[in-house]
C-alpha cells in the first residue's frame, strides 16, 4: 500500500488563510512583549523592585501581564520611546558636529600651511612634517 502523500492542493485555502493568521498574531505577539520587555528596562522612574514585579507578572500571566500593562502605562511607554529617539537623535548631532568640525580643523589648518609655503615662510622640509602631523 502506498502512503498517502499531502500535497498542496490537499491543504485547502481556508486553512492556509488561517495558518498564516495565527503565524502573523504569533509574530505581532512576540514583538509585542519584547517591546514591553525593553520598555520596562528602560523606564529610569522604575525601581528595580517595580520592574522584577512587572518582569514577573508578565512571565508568569503573559496575556493578563501584558494587558495591564498596557491599561496602566500604555501612554508613557509612548512618551519614552519618543523622549529614547530625541536622546539618540541629540547624540547623533553631536558627534557629526563633533566629527564636522575636527575635519573643517584640519582643514583650516592645511589651507594656512599651504599659504605660508607659497609666501616662502616656511620651507617644503616643514610644510611636509606639519602636513604629516595634522593628518597623522
Known amino acids: 500500500m502506498a502512503d498517502h502523500v499531502n ?7 481556508l486553512g492556509a488563510f488561517w495558518t498564516v ?14 517591546r514591553i520587555i525593553t520598555d520596562i528596562f528602560r523606564d529610569r522612574r522604575l525601581n528595580g523592585w517595580a520592574k522584577a514585579g512587572w518582569l514577573l507578572l508578565i512571565l508568569v500571566l503573559p496575556f493578563l501581564g501584558v ?31 563633533q566629527a564636522a568640525a575636527g575635519s573643517a580643523g584640519g582643514v583650516e589648518q592645511l589651507a594656512t600651511l599651504t599659504d605660508l609655503k607659497n609666501r616662502g615662510e ?3 622640509e616643514e610644510f ?7 593628518l597623522g
Not at 7 to 13: K, N, T
Not at 128 to 134: T, Y
Request: hydrophobic share 50%; charged share 25%.
Open 128 to 134: 611636509r612634517r606639519a602636513k604629516e602631523k595634522i
Open 122 to 124: 616656511i620651507s617644503e
Open 21 to 34: 493568521m495565527w503565524i502573523f498574531l504569533w509574530i505581532m505577539w512576540l514583538m509585542l512583549l519584547f
Open 7 to 13: 500535497l498542496a492542493y490537499d491543504y485547502p485555502l
Open 67 to 97: 494587558l495591564v500593562y498596557l491599561i496602566a502605562r500604555g501612554r508613557q511607554m509612548g512618551e519614552r520611546e519618543i523622549h529614547h529617539v530625541q536622546e539618540q537623535q541629540k547624540a547623533f548631532d553631536a558627534y557629526v558636529r
